[in-house]
């Protein structure tokens, strides 16, 4: 085993000492603190999913989720004990090359986003983010055909196709996480994680079990097209394809490189659907939300990809089928009018 393998096993061990977990549970109890100051007792976000849950049960929704995501990052962690340790640090470039290289890409990530908020309203759509609007819970305006395609489209050029371009001139597939080390444990262990979070989201939200049999046969195809090359795909080139190993590179942290992974998941959420930006107070609720919903499951799939050293592993196993499959086919089907 090398030693900066060796390096990466203790660091699992000792995560809980980790100073970059202390900042961040920090860090989160601030958001928290923050939402609850500014809230009032009252979220002004477009959630039809959410409506008639408490004021506390939602807010103590994100929290929840995160205590679920160290379970199941303590699922991975067990499901992997036996495999050889990833030297992900390895696949990236010299650490000059790494900081340049990660700049760059989150400026044109940034950039990217900038041009979906410009974009979609353009065209009289709701603004492009790595979500469709009314995803997982829900809008009050229902999206049309054409954003729906608009909106995958372009996500899919803009932050998978392009990016893997440019990248790929100069990496191979396992240096950008895209080759399986072990395909027959990374299936056994999509499979076990793909079947347990599908359970938990089918149980919060059955709205797919409502859907005659017809309609599900022609709806379920389409959603897990669009999403997985409108938001599965690029999720998964841009941030756990390319970024992670720089990230790793860069902190010499497996607790770091995580944390980070979730929040530049959450930043590419920053305007979704659900938002409010009427004044100042719901602006500043809505990006808070927006790292409070969306860094944990970021987290994950950084951790994930991590402990497997394949980025297609949680894309297949967190990402496509649960939730999206299961909780937006309801969705795709009003929208493209499937009965």
């Given at each position: 085993?090398?030693?900066?393998?060796?390096?990466?096993?203790?660091?699992?061990?000792?995560?809980?000492?980790?100073?970059?977990?202390?900042?961040?549970?920090?860090?989160?109890?601030?958001?928290?603190?923050?939402?609850?100051?500014?809230?009032?007792?009252?979220?002004?976000?477009?959630?039809?999913?959410?409506?008639?849950?408490?004021?506390?049960v939602q807010m103590a929704v994100p929290t929840?989720?995160?205590?679920?995501?160290?379970?199941?990052?303590?699922?991975?962690?067990?499901?992997?004990?036996?495999?050889?340790?990833?030297?992900?640090?390895?696949?990236?470039?010299?650490?000059?090359?790494?900081?340049?290289?990660?700049?760059?890409?989150?400026?044109?990530?940034?950039?990217?986003?900038?041009?979906?908020?410009?974009?979609?309203?353009?065209?009289?759509?709701?603004?492009?983010?790595?979500?469709?609007?009314?995803?997982?819970?829900?809008?009050?305006?229902?999206?049309?055909?054409?954003?729906?395609?608009?909106?995958?489209?372009?996500?899919?050029?803009?932050?998978?196709?392009?990016?893997?371009?440019?990248?790929?001139?100069?990496?191979?597939?396992?240096?950008?996480?895209?080759?399986?080390?072990?395909?027959?444990?990374?299936?056994?262990?999509?499979?076990?994680?793909?079947?347990?979070?599908?359970?938990?989201?089918?149980a919060t939200l059955p709205g797919i079990f409502?859907?005659?049999?017809?309609?599900?046969?022609?709806?379920?195809?389409?959603?897990?097209?669009?999403?997985?090359?409108?938001?599965?795909?690029?999720?998964?080139?841009?941030?756990?394809?390319?970024?992670?190993?720089?990230?790793?590179?860069?902190?010499?942290?497996?607790?770091?490189?995580?944390?980070?992974?979730?929040?530049?998941?959450?930043?590419?959420?920053?305007?979704?659907?659900?938002?409010?930006?009427?004044?100042?107070?719901?602006?500043?609720?809505?990006?808070?939300?927006?790292?409070?919903?969306?860094?944990?499951?970021?987290?994950?799939?950084?951790?994930?990809?991590?402990?497997?050293?394949?980025?297609?592993?949680?894309?297949?196993?967190?990402?496509?089928?649960?939730?999206?499959?299961?909780?937006?086919?309801?969705?795709?089907?009003?929208?493209?009018?499937?009965?």
């Amino acid at each position: 085993m090398s030693t900066s393998a060796i390096g990466i096993r203790t660091q699992s061990l000792n995560l809980l000492t980790n100073p970059n977990l202390i900042v961040g549970v920090l860090g989160w109890i601030a958001l928290n603190l923050a939402a609850l100051y500014l809230a009032g007792g009252y979220l002004p976000f477009d959630r039809p999913a959410l409506v008639g849950m408490p004021f506390a049960v939602q807010m103590a929704v994100p929290t929840l989720g995160m205590i679920q995501i160290f379970a199941m990052m303590g699922l991975v962690c067990w499901l992997t004990r036996k495999r050889e340790p990833i030297d992900m640090a390895a696949r990236a470039p010299d650490r000059r090359r790494a900081a340049i290289e990660t700049g760059g890409l989150l400026t044109y990530a940034i950039l990217g986003q900038v041009g979906g908020w410009i974009l979609g309203p353009a065209m009289g759509y709701s603004p492009f983010s790595f979500h469709l609007a009314g995803t997982l819970v829900g809008c009050s305006r229902l999206v049309s055909p054409g954003e729906t395609i608009v909106w995958c489209v372009y996500n899919f050029v803009v932050f998978a196709v392009i990016p893997l371009l440019w990248f790929r001139r100069q990496y191979t597939p396992i240096q950008l996480n895209l080759k399986s080390m072990n395909i027959g444990a990374d299936v056994w262990i999509i499979l076990i994680i793909g079947v347990v979070e599908s359970a938990t989201e089918v149980a919060t939200l059955p709205g797919i079990f409502k859907l005659a049999p017809h309609t599900l046969l022609l709806a379920a195809p389409l959603t897990f097209a669009l999403y997985f090359f409108g938001t599965v795909l690029p999720t998964m080139i841009l941030i756990y394809a390319i970024l992670l190993p720089r990230y790793l590179k860069l902190t010499g942290s497996i607790m770091a490189t995580v944390i980070l992974g979730g929040l530049t998941y959450a930043l590419m959420h920053l305007v979704e659907g659900w938002s409010s930006f009427a004044n100042p107070r719901d602006t500043a609720l809505s990006l808070i939300f927006v790292f409070l919903t969306y860094t944990s499951p970021g987290m994950f799939k950084s951790y994930f990809t991590l402990r497997t050293g394949n980025a297609w592993a949680h894309a297949l196993g967190y990402h496509a089928f649960a939730p999206h499959l299961f909780i937006d086919t309801p969705l795709i089907a009003k929208v493209f009018a499937i009965r």
